[in-house]
Nanobody, 123 residues
Framework: QVQLVESGGGLVQAGGSLRLSCAAS????????MGWFRQAPGKEREFVAA????????YYADSVKGRFTMSRDNAKNTVDLYMNRLKPEDTAVYYC????????????????WGQGTQVTVSS
């Protein structure tokens, strides 16, 4: 069982930056690939970014590529999402997720989810 707790959401103006963090309870955190997803009102949950458990390879949605950066710290059991040049369309609840599978770009591949943290970008 893995418990995930996100933090760092808030209100920011367009063009600004935020850092989201996700703390995991698993003692075997380093064996989990991690992902960030987001869900805006009236829309489906969508993939944002992921980082693999073994090589730390990162993957990004086209909509955030070049603006967002994901990293992990296995010693602290945390993953971070650095969000720069934020746009109003980035407004959503952001979720951290963990998986031992390989299809990191899809929500169905993830077994554990956090409660989410709200990010609001004003224009």
């Amino acid at each position: 069982q893995v418990q995930l707790v996100e933090s760092g959401g808030g209100l920011v103006q367009a063009g600004g930056s935020l850092r989201l963090s996700c703390a995991a309870s698993a003692r075997t955190f380093s064996t989990y690939s991690m992902g960030w997803f987001r869900q805006a009102p009236g829309k489906e949950r969508e993939f944002v970014a992921a980082i693999s458990w073994n090589r730390g390879s990162t993957y990004y949605a086209d909509s955030v590529k070049g603006r967002f950066t994901m990293s992990r710290d296995n010693a602290k059991n945390t993953v971070d999402l650095y969000m720069n040049r934020l746009k109003p369309e980035d407004t959503a609840v952001y979720y951290c997720a963990a998986t031992t599978r390989y299809d990191l770009g899809h929500a169905y591949a993830y077994d554990y989810w956090g409660q989410g943290t709200q990010v609001t970008v004003s224009s």
